[in-house]
């Protein structure tokens, strides 16, 4: 059986592969909306790392409100960030299979610097085993 430590690692190295996927779509300008899916998935992905390493247990759910929230019962700073993010909550569903959602360049940007702060975030709480190579190497 995996240990929480590992299933951890496993949720950010996915949540890292969304971010590559999210800046590769930005970068070319095409499939906006299918970034600012992998931009609410990267976000959910570094919470449940978190939540995970932390032995929280957490419901099976996209919402970064609630995932936020689980998370600020080890660390408060977490609160801090739902008014930023709470929006990228709706990049999962709802926003996904709507026909008319076609964001502009900068709403995703902003998408991605909102996961970014979650990233920093759960990053600077976890051991540095948990570094990124490429942030480990700066």
Not at 58 to 79: E, G, W
Request: hydrophobic fraction near 45%; aromatic fraction near 10%.
């Amino acid at each position: 059986m995996k240990k929480n430590e590992d299933v951890a690692k496993g949720w950010i190295i996915k949540a890292e592969n969304d971010i590559i996927n999210l800046t590769l779509m930005m970068e070319s300008g095409i499939a906006l909306d299918t970034a600012c899916f992998h931009a609410q998935q990267a976000a959910e992905k570094y919470l449940k790392a978190f939540l995970c390493f932390n032995n929280i247990a957490f419901p099976k759910t996209h919402n970064i409100d609630r995932l936020l929230s689980l998370c600020a019962m080890v660390d408060k700073q977490f609160s801090d960030l739902v008014s930023e993010t709470i929006f990228l909550t709706d990049y999962a569903v709802e926003l996904r299979y709507d026909l008319d959602f076609y964001p502009e360049d900068d709403e995703v940007e902003t998408s991605l610097k909102m996961v970014n702060k979650i990233k920093s975030l759960v990053l600077s709480l976890l051991p540095e085993t948990f570094m990124i190579k490429e942030e480990a190497d700066k």
